[in-house]
């Protein structure tokens, strides 16, 4: 499965789906959830919020509206306290991952999950990011973007992926 790192707006990507990272309460008030919020033509707020209370590792499917996708998938990154773990970021991306792929999607856009608003260590978050991605065995996705709008994220991604990559050829 093909991997890399993107400089930019998520909501910018093309591909079969992009991922939200959205609150147990599913609020859409700030960062990720904020842009898709902002982006979106339809009631993506009401659709999500009707879902509510989440947990980390849960998955909501819905339309992606007016992106250049045909799913969005939320999920919740944090885990019961509000902040993310290690733990949390690992459970959400293996869920979106195989969500993702029984979706038949080729293609996935995240962000760094839980690196924000949940306030997980950008680095350790990448690594263990990477790290689900490089050990996901798909049957369909063939590849996966993560997406930083900064470009000291977008260097810390790079330099994290760069571990995670020479880890994997030892």
């Known amino acids: 499965m093909y991997f890399d790192v993107v400089q930019g707006n998520?909501?910018?990507?093309?591909?079969h789906a992009m991922v939200n990272t959205t609150a147990p309460e599913c609020r859409m008030?700030?960062?990720v959830s904020g842009t898709f919020r902002d982006q979106v033509e339809g009631s993506i707020v009401e659709e999500v919020e009707r879902e509510q209370p989440l947990e980390a590792g849960d998955v909501v499917v819905t339309d992606a509206?007016?992106?250049?996708?045909l799913y969005l998938l939320h999920t919740v990154p944090v885990?019961?306290?509000?902040?993310?773990?290690?733990?949390?970021?690992?459970?959400a991306i293996q869920a979106v991952l195989q969500r993702a792929d029984h979706l038949e999607c080729h293609?996935?856009?995240l962000p760094l999950l839980g690196c924000g608003g949940g306030g997980f260590d950008l680095e350790a978050g990448a690594i263990c990011i990477g790290e689900e991605i490089q050990e996901f065995d798909p049957e369909y996705l063939a590849d996966v973007r993560v997406v930083c709008r900064s470009d000291?994220?977008?260097?810390i991604l790079m330099d994290a992926v760069r571990e995670v990559r020479a880890l994997?050829?030892?």
């Open 10 to 15: 998520i909501t910018r990507q093309t591909a």
């Open 29 to 31: 008030e700030c960062g």
């Open 65 to 69: 509206y007016n992106l250049p996708a």
């Open 79 to 91: 885990s019961g306290s509000g902040s993310a773990t290690e733990a949390s970021i690992r459970t």
């Open 107 to 109: 293609s996935l856009a």
């Open 152 to 155: 000291r994220n977008f260097e």
């Open 168 to 170: 994997q050829e030892r």
